[in-house]
């Protein structure tokens, strides 16, 4: 069974309605893009880190969350340094923590539940007009959701079997029956949302 993101609470972050929580995440992800000064940028992290700790999780369970992307952003502060500057790079990586650390804090503080009723409910516009079906994307986000952590959980299960059998440095045996795994369970995802199909 997968565990959901959703850390129960009381807190004032937790009691704001979930459709509040997704149009403040996405201001303040535009206006993230405003802000080009590294200090004004650091402030929002500082207030993103204060968010996660109100939401009940600890520094131990955030870098569970986010460990996946370190690589990633190593990745982009090189490139971005290189070709940019470094000041430039320490400015993107910081923009990038914020967006992320805030998108945990919504992530962390609303059940999955709100998150795709409200989704459901802001396309329900474009679904009168005949351009969607609010209910299959919702389907499918609900779906996604549940989906992109079993990848992980699969990851860890098939690096630790290979490991026992001495494959662990061996990026095909790890990465040929995780494709496998996700494309299974892709089609079972598909087959899913074809069964709701009226």
Known sequence: ?????????????????AWLKL??????????????????????????ALLLRSAGTSPAGVWRQVRGLIWVLLAVGLFTGVFQGWLEALTVLLRIAAMVGLALAVTLSTRTSDLIAVCERALMPLQRIGLVDAGKVALALALALRFVP?????????????????????????????????????????????????
């Open 1 to 17: 069974m997968i565990e959901p993101l959703y850390i129960p609470g009381n807190s004032a972050l937790h009691r704001l309605p």
């Open 23 to 48: 149009l403040a995440l996405a201001v303040a992800g535009a206006g993230l893009f405003l802000l080009h000064d590294p200090r004004g940028l650091a402030l929002v992290c500082l207030a993103a």
């Open 150 to 198: 079993e990848i992980w959980r699969n990851f860890q299960e098939i690096r630790e079997a290979q490991a026992a059998r001495g494959l662990g440095a061996n990026p095909v045996a790890l990465i040929v029956p995780l494709v496998v795994l996700t494309l299974k369970r892709a089609q079972e995802v598909a087959e899913a949302i074809d069964a709701r199909s009226p």
